[in-house]
């Protein structure tokens, strides 16, 4: 393989703005798939897993590489739903250029956004295709603004709609001159579109010579720019982020998805065109003759496999057989089976050269995020994944199944990085954790699918807390005889509320022996007993300082066990009359929506306590800040996509704790008793 004839594209937007569909239709008509697969029907190479028909929505990465005029195209489709935006997040890491896809109804929608926000941070050359364009209500050119004003660069049209809505029937190449219908059959020029034709070549001659001194000098001083002169500039302005292309049609139909195809090879770069890798001081070049250096962007479990790991080949070359160094876990790992994939297909092969995207199998130890070398000792950067935002507890269906819940758990959180897990001691639940309540349905499916293993998802207990608002003094004293050494311990302790946050500390102030040293362990020992069982609810007490300052002891009764109940007796007498009260968890939470959707998403939050801090605009995208109670923010993802029809997206990161509203708290405290019953 040339190492200038590969093309790595990504496909990223909004959920359901047609990614998968033009993915389907670029292997369609470059010869890849004998038929156009749709989503709908369940033939899309692309949409494999049972969970995705039943959706009818992609829910993974998906990949394909195949062979298009003697280049070598790796497609990476990508999720459009919030929920699934780790996916998209390990698609960038993958491609050289990233086609942002665009419903010509919706416009620039917030999942949109927030992807090119994250691609244009990376610096990854753009290319726009507004879809959907035979959809009542589209607008050609009202649509372009948008895109342009969201990229906040230039945005250069290269085909443009022979109509719109209804009536769309193709499109026109600007630089050509040619127009195609369906499939990219070529049909005449409609005579009424010459002058929409050379105001696009204008536009297109202009953003040559913003980039070019030649260019504008030739521009400025009135001389002809031919658009053939104009090319090489524009490539590599597409190459260097400072323009991008944009594309029309509708996928469905297979109106303009060849032209993209062309794209993809005249003006898309290879991966040699793009920067040198900057690593640990070291400066690697994009090419063969370079240490290899390849990147794990995805992990996929296959029945019959194992695990796949998608890798990116940045830089050299390596043959199966090869030992090369996994940096990030320092240990060596053979290259085993190297397999070009096609959705389902697989089609293995001998070598790896710079550029590709591969499946590798029957790795002993590497994971997304994890780079392999030879020859050169660096690591890149893990890939940032968004935090999970909801948690679930699960509980088994079936007694003894708590092995096979943990090892598919295991090896879906391997899959898919911003799902975790893990058992808290706390609460003596197995909590569960992801993007939203989708997101945990399609992880849960999977494990029943996978790995055969049922459960059920319950709310999970809330982490409470108590705390003292006065400041008190009492006694404890410990007294038992039973004939021979008796018991006896006794202890005054002080206890005062601590600032929000700061947890217990515990002080001996003990003067002139009233209880040996050698008890003082054991009367912090029967404190913090005493703290982990409360007083209201049963919910650990915290925030507060607890002094030992006066006690007794017997030289012959008295000993450790004594001492550890009287200090907890004496902790249980401070708290009848501290004022105790409840504590909650208040998570900060961002939301992020489209600006008409602001006043019921604020009204959302307030109903459910939240204390709103502060809002603020990102493009088109309103963000608001809040403070709000966890035990609020229960299914909080479902309520938010139903508000905002799936265009808002929220972000949760525990706060601190607060008091508890009365009449809330004494509704908690009656069910805790309830409880032990």
Known sequence: MAENDIRNIGLFGHAGSGKTTIADGLLYLAGANTRFGKVNEQTSVFDTEPEEQEKVCSLNLGLASFKHKNVLINIIDTPGYADFIGEAISG??????????????????????????????????VVFFINKLNKENTDFQKTLSAVAEAYKKSVVALTIPIGEASKLSGVVDVINGKAYETKGKEIPVPDEMKDAIQKYRDKFIEA?????????????????????????????GVTSGKVALCLTGDAMELIGVSNLLDTAIDFVPTP???SDIQVAGKSIKREDASPFLGYVFKTVVEPHLGEVCYTRILSGKVKSGDVVDNTTKSSEEKINQIFLIKGREKTEIDELNTGMIVGLVKLKNTNTGDTLTKGVEV???????????????????EKGDEEKISTGLTRLHDEDPTFAFAFDPEIKQLIISGIGELHLDIILARLKRKYNVSVDLVKPRMKYRETFTKKTSAQGKYKKQTGGHGQYGDCWLKVEPLERGTGFEFVDEIVGGAIPSRYIPSVEKGVKEGLEHGFLAGYPLTDIRVIVYDGSYHPVDSSDIAFKIAASMSLKANAEKGGVVLLEPIEEVEVFVPESFMGDVIGDLNSRRGKIMGMEGEGKIQKIKAL????????????????????GFFNVKFSHYEEVP??????IVDEAKKSKE
């Open 272 to 274: 040699q065109m793009l």
């Open 628 to 647: 709000v109670p966890m035990g609020e923010m229960y299914k909080y993802s479902t309520s938010l996509r139903s508000m905002t029809q799936g265009r």
């Open 92 to 125: 960038i890491e993958a491609v050289d250029c990233a086609v942002i896809v665009v419903d010509a109804v919706g416009g620039i929608e917030v999942g949109t956004e927030r992807l090119l926000n994250e691609i244009t941070k990376k610096s990854i050359p």
């Open 662 to 667: 009365r009449d809330v708290s004494q509704k």
């Open 379 to 397: 690591t890149l950067p893990p890939i940032v994944f968004p935090t999970p935002s909801i948690s679930m507890a699960i509980v088994p269906k």
């Open 208 to 236: 040559a010579a913003d980039l070019d001194e030649a260019l504008m000098n030739k521009y400025i001083e009135g001389e002809k720019v031919e658009l053939a002169e104009c090319l090489e500039p524009v490539k590599e």
